[in-house]
Nanobody, 118 residues
C-alpha cells in the first residue's frame, strides 16, 4: 500500500511555470514506477508523464513533450513534475500514481488543482 500526497498546484498566467510534488508517505517508494495524470473539467483522466523506479526510463504524452519534465528523488520519496510554458489547455486536476511499471498504476493521490489563465 502506498499513500501519495500531491502539492504545488495553483493559479498562474499562461507562459508561466510550476513544479508539482508528490510525496509517498507509506510504502517502498523506490520500488515503484511513478506517473502523473490530469483530468480537466468534463474530460477523462489522461496520462501526462511516467518514470521508472530507477529513473532510467521516462515517457511523456505528446501534448507535454518539451514542456514538462518528470523526475524523482528516491531519498526523499518524492516525484516531481516541472511544467513550463503553461497554457490554459493545461488546466486540470493533476494526480500522481504509483505502480509496478510505467503504465500499470495501482495507487493514486488525491490530486492538486492547476489553473492557467490566458
Amino acid at each position: 500500500q502506498v499513500q501519495l500526497v500531491e502539492s504545488g498546484g495553483g493559479l498562474l498566467q499562461a507562459g508561466g511555470s510550476l513544479r508539482l510534488s508528490c510525496a509517498a508517505l507509506t510504502g517502498t517508494f523506490r520500488s515503484y514506477a511513478m506517473g502523473w495524470f490530469r483530468q480537466a473539467p468534463g474530460k477523462e483522466r489522461e496520462f501526462v508523464a511516467g518514470i521508472s523506479w530507477s529513473r532510467s526510463s521516462t515517457v511523456y504524452a505528446d501534448s507535454v513533450k518539451g514542456r514538462f519534465t518528470i523526475s524523482r528523488d528516491n531519498a526523499k520519496n518524492t516525484v516531481y513534475l516541472q511544467m513550463n510554458s503553461l497554457t490554459p489547455e493545461d488546466t486540470a486536476v493533476y494526480y500522481c500514481a504509483a505502480g509496478s511499471r510505467i503504465g500499470l498504476y495501482a495507487y493514486w493521490g488525491q490530486g492538486t488543482q492547476v489553473t492557467v489563465s490566458s
